[in-house]
């Protein structure tokens, strides 16, 4: 996304609840995908017009962190976008079909007894929620309505169900899960097969639950996540210039 010539610097994500390998500052966005602005400078004074929101709140913070299917609404050009990884590894965007998205995702963490016995679970996004319904558990995905941030609803981490891989070798790929491999003392895998019927493994903490049985609740990218090798993507190209 950055360019090759533009320098041997570039923005951090500000401090928050992700790694900064997992999330993109909102500036590369607003500047490098999707040309709202060429400098630095123009980009801050899109910020301080109170013009975006991200998840529902107005954001000023040019290195503000996006995460996957973080929702990014732009409100003088009514235009929403999603971001998502690609099967590459590369952040990417795309734009939503919701002008004004009233709810967001996010994975489910394991809950903890707050102070004067609050029951607190803290989500992905990093937003807390008290008393949560009990028969959500760990990696399940909830779904929060950005207004109250209350959970309305969830997906279960169950066998069947479409997930989409956020880390490791096979980060980006969406596929449904196959089975679940449980390793005492050592790191748990889940298998998935994608829509193409190649299987794959990964990590239990690399994955995000998308959709109850091959339904999912979001809109899928160009290629359904569908990772080619380079010969098949050549035959792509040579069929494309040939049609």
């Known amino acids: 996304m950055l360019d090759k010539l533009g320098g041997a610097f570039a923005p951090k994500p500000s401090s928050g609840p992700h790694k900064s390998r997992e999330c993109l500052p909102l500036i590369l966005i607003l500047r490098n995908r999707l040309k709202y602005s060429l400098t630095y400078r123009e980009v801050i004074a899109i910020l301080m017009q109170r013009h975006v929101m991200v ?3 107005v954001r000023t913070d040019k290195t503000y962190l996006l995460v996957l299917w973080m929702l990014c609404p732009f409100l003088k050009q009514m235009r929403t976008s999603v971001c998502f990884m690609t099967p590459k590894g590369v952040f990417a965007s795309m734009p939503s079909l919701v002008m004004r998205p009233s709810s967001s995702f996010a994975r489910f963490d394991p809950s903890s007894l707050a102070r004067k016995a609050f029951h607190n679970s803290t989500p992905m996004m990093g937003v807390p929620s008290r008393y949560p319904d009990p028969l959500i558990k760990a990696n399940d995905t909830i779904k929060l309505d950005l207004e109250s941030d209350k959970i309305v609803d969830f997906i279960k981490f169950d066998a069947g169900n479409v997930v989409m891989v956020t880390g490791g070798r096979n980060i980006g790929r969406f596929g449904v899960i196959k089975n679940r491999e449980k390793h005492n003392g050592s790191f748990e895998t889940i298998h998935i097969q994608d829509a193409a019927g190649h299987e794959f493994a990964t990590r239990l903490g690399n994955f995000f639950t998308i959709g109850r049985g091959t339904k999912p609740w979001v809109f899928l990218p160009k ?8 010969i098949e993507e050549a035959r792509k ?5 040939n049609a």
């Open 55 to 57: 998840d529902g709140k």
């Open 223 to 230: 290629g359904k996540g569908i990772k080619s090798s380079i």
């Open 237 to 241: 190209r040579l069929a494309a210039q």
